[in-house]
């Protein structure tokens, strides 16, 4: 238990700690804090305090105005991290209690920060690693009979995304503008896009001193690799993408903005809630198999509040369906000898389940708009409209405890003139 009050409402108890990046008005200095009940703890101002054997010469790393410099360090490092923090935060360690002047300097309300980007992301990678929505997709596009790719269950498919398009929780983003094809048996039309969606997904920080170009990470030390997790809202326009992805896949329907949660999860503070992988079939080859759980129990729900309306539920699913792992997916991602750096963010795709409430796009919810989503107070959807927010949170629930993620929102503004 923390001396630091934590409601039973909170997703940030001492189980969780996650790391972010804030500032103050009275300070806009970036730096970096962990989350504790409603405050954030500066680490700036206890640097001095990580005095353990992994970090007394890294004590630097906590004074930086992002999380890559921590990111890049080992994961012994990170661990001692956390259990200097759990240290600290315990009733009975006196450190931070008895010491009032510091204690004021450390602690920050969180009603009163800025959130920003926890990490310079070099690299963006998005999978597509959902069996369900890769099937309901390829039924509305292909039929039932092709729903699947030939490759789907062999490799963990993936794109590069647009990096300097992440954005953190709150920042609007703008309806684009581009190319569609309303109409098969006419020319394509330009213009605001007309079938602007979600897509509800999580996604990992890589970490870790990684290996030079050319030499892929193994399956036996990715987990050194993997530093910690975010919600993420990658939103898409659908009438942009159909008309483009067609030979290289997606392109401008995707890199209109990727909304993340400003605060990071560690995989150790995940651990008490990893169940069985997805079962495969076929068998991976060797490189891509793992005996050891690495997927979690984590129930994420979608939300959708009208400029002027209620806010309503529209889906309820969980990142335990995913069929390929995280370490499948960064193993994969390297083992062409692709360099991976502290910082970069691979993403889940879309992340759906077998019953309809659990389908994590509006595509699926509406299944290609054909099914309107009734509104609370009236209306309905079938894909977003401008002034819609969706919001989007992740919790794993425990038996006295929950580790939450908070929340990642974002607001749909009207297109540009053009």
């Not at 309901?136 to 990096?163: Q, S, T």
């Not at 892929?216 to 987990?223: C, K, R």
């Not at 335990?320 to 390297?334: A, D, F, G, P």
């Not at 054909?370 to 969706?390: A, H, I, N, W, Y």
Request: glycine share 8%; hydrophobic share 35%.
């Amino acid at each position: 238990m923390s001396w630091v009050h934590v409601s039973q409402s909170s997703h940030f108890p001492i189980q969780n700690l996650p790391y972010g990046v804030f500032s103050t008005s009275e300070n806009p200095t970036h730096r970096i804090g962990v989350a504790i009940g409603d405050q954030i703890l500066d680490l700036s101002k206890i640097s001095h305090l990580f005095s353990g054997p992994q970090l007394s010469k890294h004590q630097d790393v906590f004074k930086e105005t992002t999380l890559n410099g921590l990111m890049s360090l080992s994961r012994a490092c990170w661990m001692e991290a956390r259990s200097t923090l759990i240290s600290l935060l315990t009733v009975g360690n006196r450190t931070l209690q008895d010491d009032t002047d510091l204690r004021t300097k450390a602690l920050v309300p969180q009603d009163g920060a800025k959130m920003h980007l926890p990490a310079k992301i070099g690299d963006y990678t998005d999978f597509y690693s959902s069996l369900d929505h890769a099937t309901n997709v390829g039924i509305m596009f292909r039929g039932k009979d092709n729903a699947l790719m030939p490759n789907w269950k062999y490799i963990p498919v993936g794109y590069h995304g647009r990096a300097s398009s992440v954005v953190i929780s709150g920042t609007p983003i703008r309806r684009p503008n581009g190319q569609t094809k309303p109409v098969d048996a006419e020319p394509p039309v330009f213009g605001p896009s007309k079938l602007m969606d979600f897509e509800l997904e999580m996604a990992f920080f890589v970490g870790g001193p990684t290996p030079p170009m050319g030499v892929p990470i193994s399956m036996d030390n990715v987990e050194d690799h993997i530093f910690g997790m975010v919600l993420m809202n990658d939103w898409s326009s659908r009438d942009i993408q159909k008309w483009e992805y067609v030979p290289l896949g997606p392109f401008l329907a995707k890199n209109l903005g990727t909304s993340i949660s400003p605060w990071v999860v560690s995989m150790e503070a995940l651990k008490p809630f990893s169940v069985e992988n997805y079962p495969q079939d076929p068998q991976p080859f060797p490189y891509l198999r793992h005996q050891d759980k690495y997927t979690f129990n984590v129930d994420l729900t979608v939300s959708i509040k009208p400029k002027n309306g209620e806010n309503t539920v529209v889906s309820r699913s969980n990142f335990r369906h995913m069929y390929w792992t995280m370490k499948q997916q960064l193993v994969h991602h390297s083992i062409s000898g692709c360099n991976m750096n502290p910082g970069d963010l691979l993403a889940s795709g879309t992340i759906s389940g077998p019953e309809p409430s659990s389908f994590g796009s509006m595509l699926e919810l509406s299944w290609k708009g054909s099914k309107p989503v009734p509104m609370q107070g009236g209306g309905e959807r079938k894909f977003l409209q401008d002034g819609d927010t969706v919001i989007m949170e992740g919790v794993c629930i425990g038996e006295d405890f929950k580790i939450g993620f908070g929340s990642v929102e974002g607001t749909v503004i009207p297109a540009l003139q053009m």
